[in-house]
C-alpha cells in the first residue's frame, strides 16, 4: 500500500467525512445501550462560523466521539435557531436594498421574504461544521420555526397562561428603537460613556424664583410631569406644595417629596419623567402622576416633543440645550460618566418606554431551577460560576416574552374586544372561537376577532430546546424522549447562562420534573494576543474556512484547545493552528516510519525491544488513567496535552527510538506488530482531537471492513499498570540525556561508542540498562563502587556516572567548562543558604514552598561535589 510522503489534509477531510456520512455512523436510534445526549447550543439560522462556534463545537464533538467509542449510544442534534431580532433585521435591509418597506407589506408578505431569505441562506453554518468534522445526527437537524417545535412553543404559552402564570400587563420596558421591539434586561448591555450633564432652571408657578435641577436627557423635559424633592432637605422647606412651569412645555407640574431623592446628587431636586425612566416611574406610580410618552417607536419625538416633533431624540438634544441657553434656563454644562443601556443585538441605545407587553412570572418556576446548580444535581464546569447564577435566579424578575416583530411565533392571544382582558388564548381559529362565544354569551366569528401582533421571543422557543427536538412537549411519552433525556453535557458559552441555560432548567423541571442535562460546560471568550474580544468590527477573526484550509480540521481543532481550559478566555493565536498542523505531520512521518521498515520473522526479539514494549504498556494505562480523570472533570485541554505529549514525547521521541532497527537492517516480526498494535491504540486516543489524521492511519494500516471504522471501534481498556515500571523508565531517560549532553558538550559524535561505569548509590535495576546502552551507544556498562579518575561524569540523583574521557576529549577545556560550572553552582548554592537563614521567609512562605527550597539546596550541594570530583579526576 503506498503511503504519500506528505499528509494531505483537504483531500483525507472529504474523503473520511463522506464515508463516516455515508455509513450512517453519526445516526443514533434508541436501544439498548445506555444514551449519551448532546444537542447543540442553536446558532442564528442565517449566522456563519466564527471562532467561538469553533471552540464550542469542537469541545462537543470531542465529547461525543469518545462517547462513541466508550460504547454509549451517541447522539448529537444539530439544529439553528430563528433568531427574530437578527433575522428580521437582516430581512428588513434587504428589502430596504429592493426599495421595499417593511411598513407597506402585509405580515403574510413579509413572511415570505423572511422564508425565502432563511431558505437561501439558513443551514450555511451547519455546512461549515462539517468541515470542522462535526459528528452531528444531521438526519435529526431541527430548526426552532419548525411546525412541530412553534407547536409545542404555542402549546407551553397556552398551558402556562393557563396556570395563571403568564399575564399581561404595563410595564416599562428597554426599548430598541432599531429593531423597534422590546428587548430584556438581559439582553441589554451597559457600557460607560463620556456624556454631559445639564443643569437647568424652572421658573417657581407665580414666582420670579427659580430651581436648577441636573439632568443627563434634557430632550425628556417635555414629558416631565413632577420635581421631587426629599423631605428632609432644609434647603428646599420652602418649595413644600408648590409647582413650577416646564421650560419650553410652558406646562405647571407639581413639586412632589420622597426619600428616594438623593440629596448629594446634582442639586438635590429631580426631575420625574415617568414614561422614560423605570425610577421615575415608580415614584410616578406611588404619586399618581402622568405619564406623558413623547417618544415614537423609533425614538424621534411625537405630537408631546412640540416643535421638535419627528426628528431624532439626539438631534433634539443639541436643539433642545441651544433652545434653553437661549431663554436663560441652561445654567451650566459639565462632563459626566454614566451607564447606558444598548442592546445586544442591534447596538442601538435602549430606550426606556411603558407599554402593554406579555410576562412570564418567574419566582415560583426558579425555585427548583437554582436549587438543581447549588445542590450540584446539575453540574457547573467550572464551579466559580455558580455564585453568579445564584445572584440571577435569587433576584430573578418576570420575564417578558412579547417582541413586537413579525418573524417568530405568533402570540396566541386572540381579542374580541378594546378592554384590557378582552381575548382568550387559543391554538388555532376555530378554537378562538368557541372560547370568545363561551366567555361573551355572543356568536363570536372569524371576523369578530382580531390575533395579538406580536411574537414571542426567541428565547421562549430554544428554552424547551431539549426536550422538543425530541417532541417531549407534544408527545411527553414517546420512545424518544424517554431514551435521549435527560442530556449528557451542554457546551454553551457563560454569557447566556440565563439567557438560556437557566431558562432550559426551568422548563425541565415544568414539563419532564427533572434536569435537562447532567453537565454543563461554559467555554471562554475567543480573544486576540492583545486580549480583546474576537469580532468582525475590530477585524481581528481569522476566517475559520481559511484557517482549515491552511492548517487542516485537525490542525485547528488543536490549536482551539491547546489553550481553552473551561471558563477562561482564550487568548488564541494562528501559531497554534501551526502547532497543531505540526503535530499531524508528526503522527503522519511516524506512521511512515514505521510502515516503512523491513520485517523479518527470522530474528528474534531484542531485549531492547522487549523492554521498550512492556515500558510501554505500563505507560499507556498510566496515560489512560490520566485521561480518564481529565475527561471525567470536564479538563478538556489537559486531557489534549496529555495526549500530545504521549505520542509526541514518550511514542515518537523514546518508544520509537527503542524499537527501529539499526540502519539498513529489518526488524522482527514479533516488534513490529507489537508497535502498529501500540500505533493503534494511540489512533484511538487521538481520534477525539484529531478525527480526520486518526481515521486515515487507522485506515491504511490494515483492511477494514465498515464495521471496524476507527470512530464506531472501542476505546482502549485500562489495565493495572506497572507504576514502577514507568518511574524506572523515568529514570533511565535522564541518564540517557545526561550522556547525550556529554557527547554534545564534548563534540563526541554519536556513532561513536563509549564506555560507562556506574555507582549505584539509588539502587535502581537494571532492567532498562540495554536501553541505556542501545540509545547512548555504550559498548560497555559496568556497575563499580569507587569513583572513576580522569572520566567525564555526571549525576542522576545519587548515582554517579562516568565516562573515560577518549583521545578527541580536550582535557583543558573541559576543566575550564567544568569551573565555570561550578562558580555558577556555588553562587546558587549561596542565595538558596541566604533564603533559607532568613526566619521570616521561613515563618511564613507555605510548606511546600520552603520544602522546594530545601530541595534545590541539597540538589546544589550535590551537583558542586560532582564537579569537584571531576575536575580532582582531570587534574590528577
Given at each position: 500500500?503506498?503511503?504519500?510522503?506528505?499528509?494531505?489534509?483537504?483531500?483525507?477531510?472529504?474523503?473520511?467525512?463522506?464515508?463516516?456520512?455515508?455509513?450512517?455512523?453519526?445516526?443514533?436510534?434508541?436501544?439498548?445501550?445506555?444514551?449519551?445526549?448532546?444537542?447543540?447550543?442553536?446558532?442564528?439560522?442565517?449566522?456563519?462560523?466564527?471562532?467561538?462556534?469553533?471552540?464550542?463545537?469542537?469541545?462537543?464533538?470531542?465529547?461525543?466521539?469518545?462517547?462513541?467509542?466508550?460504547?454509549?449510544?451517541?447522539?448529537?442534534?444539530?439544529?439553528?435557531?430563528?433568531?427574530?431580532?437578527?433575522?428580521e433585521a437582516k430581512v428588513v435591509a434587504k428589502l430596504k436594498e429592493e426599495g421595499i418597506a417593511k411598513a407597506d407589506l402585509s405580515r403574510d408578505e413579509f413572511l415570505d421574504h423572511a422564508w425565502e431569505w432563511t431558505h437561501k441562506h439558513g443551514g450555511i453554518i451547519l455546512e461549515q461544521l462539517k468541515k470542522l468534522g462535526a459528528s452531528c445526527d444531521w438526519d435529526r437537524t431541527k430548526f426552532t420555526m419548525d411546525d412541530d417545535m412553534s407547536e409545542s412553543v404555542i402549546k407551553v404559552f397556552i398551558d402556562l397562561h393557563k396556570k395563571g402564570l403568564i399575564y399581561r400587563g404595563y410595564r416599562m420596558v428597554n426599548?430598541?428603537?432599531?429593531?423597534?421591539?422590546?428587548?430584556?434586561?438581559?439582553?441589554?448591555?451597559?457600557?460607560?460613556?463620556?456624556?454631559?450633564?445639564?443643569?437647568?432652571?424652572?421658573?417657581?408657578?407665580?414666582?420670579?424664583?427659580?430651581?436648577?435641577?441636573?439632568?443627563?436627557?434634557?430632550?425628556?423635559?417635555?414629558?416631565?410631569?413632577?420635581?421631587?424633592?426629599?423631605?428632609?432637605?432644609?434647603?428646599?422647606?420652602?418649595?413644600?406644595?408648590?409647582?413650577?412651569?416646564?421650560?419650553?412645555?410652558?406646562?405647571?407640574?407639581?413639586?412632589?417629596?420622597?426619600?428616594?431623592?438623593?440629596?448629594?446628587?446634582?442639586?438635590?431636586?429631580?426631575?420625574?419623567?415617568?414614561?422614560?425612566?423605570?425610577?421615575?416611574?415608580?415614584?410616578?406610580?406611588?404619586?399618581?402622576?402622568?405619564?406623558?410618552?413623547?417618544?415614537?417607536?423609533?425614538?424621534?419625538?411625537?405630537?408631546?416633543?412640540?416643535?421638535?416633533?419627528?426628528?431624532?431624540?439626539?438631534?433634539?438634544?443639541?436643539?433642545?440645550?441651544?433652545?434653553?441657553?437661549?431663554?436663560?434656563?441652561?445654567?451650566?454644562?459639565?462632563?459626566?460618566?454614566?451607564?447606558?443601556?444598548?442592546?445586544?443585538?442591534?447596538?442601538?441605545?435602549?430606550?426606556?418606554?411603558?407599554?402593554?407587553?406579555?410576562?412570564?412570572?418567574?419566582?415560583?418556576?426558579?425555585?427548583?431551577?437554582?436549587?438543581?446548580?447549588?445542590?450540584?444535581?446539575?453540574?457547573?464546569?467550572?464551579?466559580?460560576?455558580?455564585?453568579?447564577?445564584?445572584?440571577?435566579?435569587?433576584?430573578?424578575?418576570?420575564?417578558?416574552?412579547?417582541?413586537?416583530?413579525?418573524?417568530?411565533?405568533?402570540?396566541?392571544a386572540f381579542f374580541y374586544g378594546d378592554g384590557h382582558n378582552d381575548f382568550v388564548i387559543a391554538e388555532t381559529i376555530e378554537e378562538a372561537i368557541l372560547l370568545a362565544k363561551e366567555k361573551t354569551g355572543k356568536n363570536i366569528t372569524e371576523k369578530d376577532l382580531k390575533q395579538d401582533e406580536d411574537t414571542l421571543d426567541t428565547w421562549f422557543s430554544s428554552w424547551l430546546w431539549p426536550i422538543s427536538v425530541f417532541d417531549g412537549i407534544r408527545n411527553p411519552e414517546n420512545e424518544e424522549i424517554n431514551y435521549y433525556y435527560p442530556t449528557r453535557d451542554l457546551v454553551t458559552a457563560p454569557e447566556i447562562l440565563f439567557f438560556?441555560?437557566?431558562?432550559?432548567?426551568?422548563?425541565?423541571?415544568?414539563?419532564?420534573?427533572?434536569?435537562?442535562?447532567?453537565?454543563?460546560?461554559?467555554?471562554?471568550?475567543?480573544?486576540?494576543?492583545?486580549?480583546?474580544?474576537?469580532?468582525?468590527?475590530?477585524?481581528?477573526?481569522?476566517?475559520?474556512?481559511?484557517?482549515?484550509?491552511?492548517?487542516?480540521?485537525?490542525?485547528?481543532?488543536?490549536?482551539?484547545?491547546?489553550?481553552?481550559?473551561?471558563?477562561?478566555?482564550?487568548?488564541?493565536?494562528?501559531?497554534?493552528?501551526?502547532?497543531?498542523?505540526?503535530?499531524?505531520?508528526?503522527?503522519?512521518?511516524?506512521?511512515?516510519?514505521?510502515?516503512?521498515?523491513?520485517?523479518?520473522?527470522?530474528?528474534?526479539?531484542?531485549?531492547?525491544?522487549?523492554?521498550?514494549?512492556?515500558?510501554?504498556?505500563?505507560?499507556?494505562?498510566k496515560v489512560l488513567q490520566d485521561l480518564e480523570k481529565s475527561y471525567k472533570g470536564y479538563r478538556i485541554s489537559e486531557a489534549l496535552m496529555t495526549t500530545y505529549k504521549f505520542i509526541w514525547d514518550d511514542f515518537s521521541s523514546w518508544y520509537l527510538e527503542m524499537v527501529k532497527p539499526a540502519y539498513q537492517s529489518p526488524i522482527d516480526t514479533k516488534t513490529y506488530n507489537q508497535t502498529v498494535d501500540n500505533f493503534e491504540i494511540i489512533v484511538k486516543i487521538l481520534h477525539p482531537f484529531m478525527p480526520f489524521i486518526s481515521e486515515e492511519i487507522w485506515q491504511l494500516m490494515r483492511e477494514r471492513t465498515t464495521d471496524e471504522?476507527?470512530?464506531?471501534?472501542?476505546?482502549?481498556?485500562?489495565?493495572?499498570?506497572?507504576?514502577?515500571?514507568?518511574?524506572?523508565?523515568?529514570?533511565?531517560?535522564?541518564?540517557?540525556?545526561?550522556?547525550?549532553?556529554?557527547?554534545?558538550?564534548?563534540?563526541?559524535?554519536?556513532?561513536?561508542?563509549?564506555?560507562?561505569?556506574?555507582?549505584?548509590?539509588?539502587?535502581?535495576?537494571?532492567?532498562?540498562?540495554?536501553?541505556?546502552?542501545?540509545?547512548?551507544?555504550?559498548?560497555?556498562?559496568?556497575?563499580?563502587?569507587?569513583?572513576?579518575?580522569?572520566?567525564?561524569?555526571?549525576?542522576?540523583?545519587?548515582?554517579?556516572?562516568?565516562?573515560?574521557?577518549?583521545?578527541?576529549?580536550?582535557?583543558?577545556?573541559?576543566?575550564?567548562?567544568?569551573?565555570?560550572?561550578?562558580?555558577?553552582?556555588?553562587?546558587?548554592?549561596?542565595?538558596?543558604?541566604?533564603?533559607?537563614?532568613?526566619?521570616?521567609?521561613?515563618?511564613?512562605?507555605?510548606?511546600?514552598?520552603?520544602?522546594?527550597?530545601?530541595?534545590?539546596?541539597?540538589?546544589?550541594?550535590?551537583?558542586?561535589?560532582?564537579?569537584?570530583?571531576?575536575?580532582?579526576?582531570?587534574?590528577?
Amino acid at each position: 500500500m503506498s503511503i504519500p510522503t506528505k499528509y494531505n489534509s483537504e483531500k483525507v477531510e472529504d474523503k473520511w467525512y463522506n464515508y463516516w456520512m455515508e455509513n450512517k455512523y453519526f445516526h443514533s436510534v434508541p436501544d439498548e445501550r445506555e444514551s449519551y445526549t448532546i444537542v447543540i447550543p442553536p446558532p442564528n439560522v442565517t449566522g456563519v462560523l466564527h471562532m467561538g462556534h469553533m471552540l464550542n463545537n469542537t469541545i462537543q464533538d470531542v465529547l461525543i466521539r469518545r462517547a462513541r467509542m466508550k460504547g454509549f449510544n451517541a447522539c448529537w442534534v444539530p439544529g439553528t435557531d430563528h433568531a427574530s431580532i437578527a433575522t428580521e433585521a437582516k430581512v428588513v435591509a434587504k428589502l430596504k436594498e429592493e426599495g421595499i418597506a417593511k411598513a407597506d407589506l402585509s405580515r403574510d408578505e413579509f413572511l415570505d421574504h423572511a422564508w425565502e431569505w432563511t431558505h437561501k441562506h439558513g443551514g450555511i453554518i451547519l455546512e461549515q461544521l462539517k468541515k470542522l468534522g462535526a459528528s452531528c445526527d444531521w438526519d435529526r437537524t431541527k430548526f426552532t420555526m419548525d411546525d412541530d417545535m412553534s407547536e409545542s412553543v404555542i402549546k407551553v404559552f397556552i398551558d402556562l397562561h393557563k396556570k395563571g402564570l403568564i399575564y399581561r400587563g404595563y410595564r416599562m420596558v428597554n426599548w430598541d428603537p432599531e429593531a423597534k421591539t422590546t428587548v430584556s434586561d438581559e439582553e441589554v448591555i451597559h457600557i460607560e460613556k463620556n456624556g454631559k450633564l445639564y443643569y437647568l432652571r424652572y421658573q417657581i408657578e407665580n414666582s420670579d424664583d427659580f430651581i436648577t435641577i441636573a439632568t443627563t436627557r434634557p430632550e425628556t423635559i417635555l414629558g416631565d410631569t413632577a420635581i421631587c424633592i426629599n423631605p428632609n432637605d432644609e434647603r428646599f422647606t420652602h418649595l413644600k406644595g408648590k409647582k413650577i412651569i416646564v421650560p419650553i412645555a410652558n406646562r405647571v407640574i407639581p413639586i412632589i417629596e420622597d426619600e428616594y431623592v438623593d440629596m448629594e446628587f446634582g442639586t438635590g431636586c429631580l426631575k420625574i419623567t415617568p414614561a422614560h425612566d423605570p425610577n421615575d416611574k415608580e415614584i410616578g406610580d406611588k404619586h399618581q402622576l402622568e405619564v406623558i410618552d413623547i417618544f415614537n417607536d423609533d425614538a424621534t419625538l411625537n405630537s408631546y416633543g412640540l416643535h421638535f416633533q419627528g426628528k431624532d431624540r439626539f438631534v433634539v438634544r443639541k436643539e433642545i440645550v441651544k433652545e434653553l441657553d437661549g431663554l436663560g434656563n441652561l445654567v451650566k454644562v459639565e462632563d459626566y460618566q454614566n451607564k447606558i443601556g444598548t442592546s445586544e443585538r442591534t447596538g442601538a441605545i435602549i430606550e426606556p418606554k411603558v407599554s402593554i407587553q406579555w410576562f412570564l412570572k418567574m419566582n415560583d418556576l426558579a425555585e427548583p431551577a437554582l436549587k438543581a446548580i447549588m445542590e450540584d444535581e446539575v453540574n457547573l464546569v467550572p464551579q466559580k460560576f455558580k455564585n453568579t447564577y445564584r445572584h440571577w435566579m435569587e433576584n430573578v424578575r418576570d420575564w417578558n416574552i412579547s417582541r413586537q416583530l413579525w418573524w417568530g411565533q405568533r402570540i396566541p392571544a386572540f381579542f374580541y374586544g378594546d378592554g384590557h382582558n378582552d381575548f382568550v388564548i387559543a391554538e388555532t381559529i376555530e378554537e378562538a372561537i368557541l372560547l370568545a362565544k363561551e366567555k361573551t354569551g355572543k356568536n363570536i366569528t372569524e371576523k369578530d376577532l382580531k390575533q395579538d401582533e406580536d411574537t414571542l421571543d426567541t428565547w421562549f422557543s430554544s428554552w424547551l430546546w431539549p426536550i422538543s427536538v425530541f417532541d417531549g412537549i407534544r408527545n411527553p411519552e414517546n420512545e424518544e424522549i424517554n431514551y435521549y433525556y435527560p442530556t449528557r453535557d451542554l457546551v454553551t458559552a457563560p454569557e447566556i447562562l440565563f439567557f438560556w441555560v437557566a431558562r432550559m432548567i426551568i422548563a425541565g423541571y415544568e414539563y419532564r420534573d427533572e434536569k435537562p442535562f447532567d453537565n454543563v460546560y461554559l467555554t471562554g471568550i475567543v480573544r486576540d494576543k492583545q486580549g480583546r474580544k474576537m469580532s468582525k468590527s475590530l477585524g481581528n477573526s481569522p476566517d475559520p474556512i481559511s484557517l482549515m484550509k491552511k492548517y487542516g480540521a485537525d490542525g485547528v481543532r488543536v490549536g482551539m484547545l491547546l489553550t481553552s481550559p473551561a471558563g477562561n478566555d482564550l487568548p488564541f493565536d494562528e501559531d497554534l493552528c501551526e502547532q497543531g498542523r505540526n503535530f499531524s505531520n508528526k503522527i503522519w512521518n511516524a506512521f511512515r516510519l514505521v510502515k516503512g521498515w523491513e520485517v523479518s520473522d527470522k530474528i528474534e526479539q531484542p531485549e531492547s525491544a522487549k523492554q521498550a514494549v512492556k515500558w510501554f504498556d505500563s505507560k499507556l494505562d498510566k496515560v489512560l488513567q490520566d485521561l480518564e480523570k481529565s475527561y471525567k472533570g470536564y479538563r478538556i485541554s489537559e486531557a489534549l496535552m496529555t495526549t500530545y505529549k504521549f505520542i509526541w514525547d514518550d511514542f515518537s521521541s523514546w518508544y520509537l527510538e527503542m524499537v527501529k532497527p539499526a540502519y539498513q537492517s529489518p526488524i522482527d516480526t514479533k516488534t513490529y506488530n507489537q508497535t502498529v498494535d501500540n500505533f493503534e491504540i494511540i489512533v484511538k486516543i487521538l481520534h477525539p482531537f484529531m478525527p480526520f489524521i486518526s481515521e486515515e492511519i487507522w485506515q491504511l494500516m490494515r483492511e477494514r471492513t465498515t464495521d471496524e471504522a476507527l470512530i464506531i471501534s472501542p476505546w482502549p481498556v485500562i489495565k493495572k499498570p506497572e507504576g514502577s515500571l514507568v518511574k524506572e523508565f523515568d529514570f533511565a531517560t535522564n541518564v540517557i540525556s545526561g550522556i547525550r549532553t556529554i557527547r554534545k558538550e564534548n563534540n563526541i559524535a554519536n556513532k561513536d561508542s563509549v564506555e560507562l561505569f556506574v555507582i549505584n548509590n539509588e539502587k535502581i535495576k537494571t532492567d532498562f540498562d540495554v536501553i541505556i546502552s542501545k540509545l547512548g551507544n555504550i559498548s560497555k556498562l559496568e556497575y563499580v563502587n569507587e569513583k572513576q579518575e580522569g572520566a567525564l561524569s555526571f549525576r542522576v540523583k545519587s548515582n554517579e556516572y562516568f565516562i573515560p574521557m577518549g583521545e578527541n576529549i580536550n582535557v583543558e577545556e573541559e576543566i575550564k567548562k567544568l569551573e565555570e560550572e561550578l562558580k555558577y553552582a556555588e553562587g546558587f548554592l549561596k542565595s538558596v543558604q541566604n533564603k533559607l537563614s532568613n526566619e521570616r521567609f521561613v515563618n511564613n512562605a507555605p510548606e511546600q514552598v520552603v520544602t522546594n527550597e530545601k530541595k534545590k539546596l541539597a540538589d546544589a550541594e550535590a551537583k558542586i561535589t560532582t564537579i569537584n570530583e571531576s575536575l580532582k579526576g582531570m587534574k590528577d
